[in-house]
């Protein structure tokens, strides 16, 4: 019954749609731009939490995916979700989410940070 005054709160229910839009836009933005510092290719994502991105110049000769997510693991502290375990065709995707509750740009900036 709660959730039925919440619901019905029309002004509430507004707010809250625009504000977590508003905060995904900004974190996407964030991420976007931590990216492009690296020259990491972002697909755009379609109403999700999380995007695709192209890792796949960062791939060494010979270097498999997973030794490239192990790198950004132990090196950068960064767990992202690979490719391969999304059954993706191409060598160097990676998964990577981006809605957080809170903070979400300060969040991408230090995960650019950690990249470059």
């Known amino acids: 019954f709660a959730l ?5 709160d ?6 809250y749609i625009e504000e ?3 905060r995904l836009w900004e974190t996407y933005q964030a991420l976007q731009d931590a990216l492009d510092l690296i020259q990491v290719p ?3 994502s379609q109403g999700a939490i999380f995007a695709w991105a192209d890792f796949s110049a960062q791939l060494l000769d010979g270097q498999s995916e997973k030794e490239l997510w192990m790198e950004l693991f132990n090196d950068a502290k960064i767990a992202l979700t690979s490719g391969e375990s999304c059954i993706s065709s191409k060598p160097g995707m990676f998964r990577i989410v981006y809605g957080w509750p809170e903070g979400g740009p300060v ?6 940070h950690r990249l470059d």
């Open 4 to 8: 039925t005054g919440v619901f019905t």
């Open 10 to 15: 029309h002004d509430f229910v507004s707010w």
């Open 20 to 22: 977590n839009r508003r």
């Open 42 to 44: 972002l697909f755009p």
């Open 107 to 112: 969040a991408m900036k230090e995960f650019g």
